[in-house]
């Protein structure tokens, strides 16, 4: 079992940054994908980025390609979304989630097993 719990989240400026932190514990998750997601009300939780559990290898969304910044310490077991240049549109709760598989199916929320609780961002234009 893998409990995550995000943190990092805030009220931000449109282009500004925040930094968003996911803290495993029950487990290591130095063999575990992490991955992070994001919702708004009404709409599906859609994929944002994950990260191999060597940290070599990423997938992103088309739309915070550049923007956005995964990665992961291991030792520390954590994950981090660094957000950059952030827009209104990116305004939802962010989730971080595990699983232990890796591909492009990585890329959809049936893939992953557990789910922290959510940290919101909110981008005021």
């Known amino acids: 079992q893998v409990q995550l719990v995000e943190s990092g989240g805030g009220l931000v400026q449109a282009g500004g940054s925040l930094r968003l932190s996911c803290v495993a514990s029950k487990r290591a998750i130095s063999s575990v994908t992490m991955g992070w997601f994001r919702q708004t009300p009404g709409k599906e939780r859609e994929f944002v980025a994950a990260i191999s559990w060597s940290g070599g290898s990423t997938y992103y969304r088309d739309s915070v390609k550049g923007r956005f910044t995964i990665s992961r310490d291991n030792a520390k077991n954590t994950v981090y979304l660094q957000v950059n240049s952030l827009k209104s549109e990116d305004t939802a709760i962010y989730y971080c989630?595990?699983?232990?598989?890796?591909?492009?199916?990585?890329?959809?929320?049936?893939?992953?097993?557990?789910w922290g609780q959510g940290t919101q961002v909110t981008v005021s234009s």
């Open positions: 989630a595990a699983a232990f598989t890796w591909g492009a199916q990585v890329m959809a929320v049936t893939t992953y097993d557990y």
